[in-house]
């Protein structure tokens, strides 16, 4: 169970949209959609924002969204602020394993 | 409001043991898969195995069988991860999460374990 796949940071200045990938092989996601992204503050636990690779928590703002093409998920934030800085890890669930990526660090110029 | 509690921070000596705890409440706490991710510093999530309460049947990431051990008592709806000879190499920041048909969708507060001489 290799992890998945994401670039280890990302930039953006306020105002513009990101977009973070998460690369797996065929198996990791075993033809079904439980792509999840979590977002985590430095020293704060894990917080689910999109499940079922497009699905938002209520709660969660629009400016979240997620798609997912092949072996690829990715997650986009737009109108970025500065209260989106911090680390992003995807997901994927085929009951009874859980592979997480690496970590994206998104940081707000 | 679904909530997980776990158990404080601990410091432990290389060869010890360590049982740490998650209190799960505000949901049926038998019917949801309940189990750990690991977090060392600095680096990413890593799942180590979960439990269904209803059952007890575990399950575990194949490269965490036998190095630690997750149990339930449902009587009080809370999870353990235990440990029987700590390593420094253990040293990391566990989170107990509650699985959906999807993955997490709740996590713990974290209890951070420190082993050192």
């Known amino acids: 169970q290799s992890a998945l796949t994401q670039p280890a940071s990302v930039s953006g200045s306020p105002g513009q949209s990101i977009t973070i990938s998460c690369t797996g092989i065929?198996?990791?996601?075993?033809?079904?959609?439980?792509v999840s992204w979590y977002q985590q503050h430095p020293g704060k636990v894990p917080k689910l924002m999109i499940y079922d690779v497009t699905n938002r928590p209520s709660g969660v703002s629009h400016r979240f969204s997620g798609s997912k093409s092949g072996n690829t998920a990715s997650l986009t934030i737009s109108g970025l602020q500065a209260e989106d800085e911090a680390v992003y890890h995807c997901s994927s669930y085929t009951f009874p394993n859980t592979v997480f990526g690496g970590g994206t660090k998104l940081t707000v110029l | 409001e679904v909530q997980l509690v776990q158990s404080g921070a601990e410091v432990k000596k290389p060869g010890e043991s360590l049982k740490i705890s998650c209190k799960g409440s505000g949901y049926g706490f038998t019917s949801y898969w309940i189990g750990w991710v690991r977090q060392m510093s600095g680096e990413g999530l890593e799942w180590l195995g979960f439990?269904?309460?209803?059952?007890?049947?575990?399950k575990y990431r194949p490269s965490f069988q036998g190095q630690v051990t997750i149990s339930v008592d449902k009587s009080i709806s809370t999870a353990y991860l235990q440990w029987s000879n700590l390593k420094a190499s253990d040293t990391a920041i566990y989170y107990c999460?509650?699985?959906?048909?999807?993955?997490?969708?709740?996590w713990g507060q974290g209890t951070t374990v420190t082993v050192a001489s």
């Open positions: 439990i269904y309460p209803g059952n007890s049947n575990v």
């Open positions: 999460a509650r699985w959906v048909y999807h993955g997490v969708d709740v």
């Open positions: 065929s198996s990791d996601f075993g033809g079904h959609n439980y």
